[in-house]
């Protein structure tokens, strides 16, 4: 990185500042973020205390940890400029969850629980994450901790923690996203589709909030998922004997997702041109009804759910042998590929937990209050976005300059919709 980025850091962080008032508070925030973007591997706050000849651990840890000031307008504030950086029609709503490792039993939301990235139960705190992106680039949004019931059904942990009040009932990852989801919709912020992993997209509650509020959604499956024929009737069966029939009743069984698709045509599919050449693999799609209706018992099949909304059942065929599935409520006409390429569109969001954690100390906060943790990681957030927008100018000034070439240009780092 080039010399002058604090200087630019301490332009952009303007809006942000404004929204702190006390001068302190407009001293340390700056004094954080560049603490978090500069050199040294630990970026927790003595650390980057010790590595500043301008600030003292004691200020930079009550700005963090006990200051009296709100974060909402420097959230605000990020989310204009996500919007305005990456959001659009073209853009992605990302959906996700980050896990990150602790010891102990103090650090609030801290648990034993399973951790994505790590692919077991290890004892950490989970924060839900939101993601604007637009073509390669991702902006975070929003990360949100998880509580699991050790925590919610504990009132005197969570006074020791500081939980607000109004966050103190257990709620699901599901539930926590859609929450977000309302912020950020209410906010304004531009984007064309939810996109989330099966760990969501299994939750038909999830699914269904997102229908009820008019929005695009692509998502992942398990594999056994329960899935009806587009074409499946509601009919009164006949009943042998007893009373008729009063509630009608699908006329097929429900299937598991993948076996709705193996009669299905498979064809190759590229998405994007990746670092060793286009990225592809095989995908069928087909129009499915989804079985997250009302339960009810249908004769000897047992309770089955009825048939809900009619969407995409999409499955991926990929080199190494392993197959995924998702369903998502595009319209019927999309092409194929552009399902794929919506699908495939997630992975920027671990690629922005990695950065944020690997480069900015996401996971090396160490405090234990509630206020502390999302304060920290607001800042990660602010800071990623300021290399973001560096990034995308600079991008630009490449793409501008006569002497730039199609070999030199970073044009990946460019938003699709810009």
């Known amino acids: 990185m080039d010399e002058d980025w604090q200087a630019d850091l301490e332009r952009w962080l303007t809006p942000y500042l404004e929204g702190l008032g006390n001068k302190t508070r407009r001293r340390m925030c700056p004094a954080y973020v560049a603490g978090l973007i500069g050199p040294g591997d630990r970026k927790s706050i003595q650390p980057m205390a010790a590595r500043s000849d301008a600030i003292t651990y004691d200020r930079l840890h009550h700005f963090i940890g006990a200051g009296l000031w709100d974060s909402a307008p420097l959230e605000a504030t990020l ?3 996500a919007d305005e950086l990456v959001g659009g029609d073209g853009a992605w709503l990302i959906i996700d969850d980050t896990a990150l490792p602790k010891k102990g039993k103090a650090s609030v939301g801290v648990a034993p629980q399973y951790a994505t990235a790590l692919g077991k ?26 509580l699991p019931e050790s925590w919610t059904s504990d009132v005197a942990r969570m006074d020791k923690a500081g939980v607000p009040a109004p966050l103190r009932e257990y709620r699901t990852k599901p539930e926590i996203a859609i929450e977000e989801i309302d912020r950020v919709v209410a906010a304004g912020v531009r984007f064309g589709c939810v996109l989330a992993d099966a760990g969501y997209g299994l939750s038909a509650p999830f699914r269904q909030a997102l229908s009820a509020r008019d929005l695009c959604w692509a998502v992942g499956i398990p594999r056994h998922q329960k899935v009806y024929p587009a074409d499946v009737q509601l009919i009164f069966p006949v009943a042998g004997r007893g009373r008729p029939r009063v509630r009608h009743v699908p006329n097929v069984k429900s ?8 009669d299905a045509k498979w064809r190759q599919v590229s998405w994007r041109k990746g670092t060793k050449g286009r990225l592809a693999a095989r995908f069928a799609a087909v129009r499915i009804r989804i079985a997250d209706g009302a339960p009810q018992r249908i004769g000897s099949a047992g309770s089955q759910h009825m048939p809900g909304e009619e969407v995409w059942l999409v499955g991926e065929h990929r080199s190494n042998g392993e197959r995924k599935y998702y369903r998502s409520n595009l319209p019927a006409g999309t092409p194929i590929k552009l399902l794929a390429g919506a699908i495939k569109a997630r992975w920027v969001c671990e690629q922005a937990h990695q950065q944020l954690k690997e480069e900015l100390g996401l996971d090396h906060f160490e405090g234990r209050s509630w206020i502390g943790l999302h304060r920290h990681t607001l800042m990660t957030m602010m800071a990623y976005a300021f290399l973001q927008t560096r990034r995308i100018v600079q991008a630009r000034r490449k793409k501008k300059s006569p002497r730039a070439t199609t070999a030199t240009q970073p044009a990946r780092s460019a938003p699709s919709h810009s």
Not at 255 to 262: K, N, V
């Open 79 to 81: 989310w204009q400029q």
């Open 121 to 146: 139960n290890a004892n950490c705190q989970t924060l839900v994450s939101v993601t604007l992106a637009s073509g390669e680039v991702p902006v975070m949004l929003s990360l949100r901790l998880f």
């Open 255 to 262: 299937r598991a997702a993948h076996t709705m698709l193996e």
